[in-house]
Each structure stands twice: as structure tokens, then as C-alpha cells.
């Protein structure tokens, strides 16, 4: 069983960053691939970037919405996974999720386990 904690949301304007954390518990933490996902009010869930370990390299996958802008890395250490967010924008307000698992493909919500969840609001 892995539970997953988000932390770092808040309140931001439109051009600042913040950086989100998810702390990880449980075992095997660096064999699974983490992702970010976000819902914004009436719309559905969204993935927004993940990263996988494949061989000895850690590869991440991101939206086109937050390409360039948005940035996932991890701390196996630590079993934490960041989401650092840069030129933040109205449109990225949303709760943030964190997940775990070995979803079949990174952009869906089969992951097996999920946070609960932190607020990001962007100003204008």
C-alpha cells in the first residue's frame, strides 16, 4: 500500500511558480511511475506530466498545455515527486493530484494509488 501526500498549492499571480511536492510511503517508490494530474472546476481530470524510470534514466512526459513551463522530477531518497510550475496562468488553476502505479500508459488514470489533492489558484 502506498499513500501519497501533495503539498506547496496556493495562490499565485498569473507569471510567478510554485513548486508542488507529493511524499510517498511505502516501498518500492522508485519503481513506480509518478504522475501529475489537475481538475479544474466543471471539467474533467487532466494529466498534466509524469516520470518513469526506464534502465537508468528517469523520463518525463508532460501536456502541451504546460510544455516548457511546468517541470516533473523525483527524489527517490526522499520518495517524493515535484511538479515545479513556472509562468503560471489563470488556466492552471485546479487541484493537483499526485499518483503512483504502473499505468498502461502514462496520460491515463489507471494509476493505482492517489493523493487527495492541493489547490493552485492563478490571479490575473
Known amino acids: 500500500q502506498v499513500q501519497l501526500v501533495e503539498s506547496g498549492g496556493g495562490l499565485v499571480q498569473a507569471g510567478g511558480s510554485l513548486r508542488l511536492s507529493c511524499a510517498a510511503s511505502?516501498?518500492?517508490?522508485?519503481?513506480?511511475?509518478m504522475g501529475w494530474f489537475r481538475q479544474a472546476p466543471g471539467k474533467e481530470r487532466e494529466f498534466v506530466g509524469a516520470?518513469?524510470?526506464?534502465?537508468?534514466?528517469?523520463?518525463?512526459y508532460y501536456a502541451d498545455a504546460v510544455k516548457g513551463r511546468f517541470t516533473v522530477s523525483r527524489d527517490n531518497a526522499q520518495n517524493t515527486v515535484y511538479l515545479q510550475m513556472n509562468s503560471l496562468k489563470p488556466e492552471d488553476t485546479a487541484v493537483y493530484y499526485c499518483?503512483?502505479?504502473?499505468?498502461?500508459?502514462?496520460?491515463?488514470?489507471?494509476?493505482?494509488?492517489w493523493g487527495q489533492g492541493t489547490q493552485v489558484t492563478v490571479s490575473s
Open positions: 516520470i518513469r524510470r526506464i534502465g537508468w534514466n528517469d523520463i518525463t
Open positions: 499518483a503512483a502505479g504502473r499505468p498502461r500508459t502514462l496520460q491515463g488514470n489507471d494509476y493505482d494509488y
Open positions: 511505502g516501498r518500492a517508490f522508485s519503481t513506480y511511475a
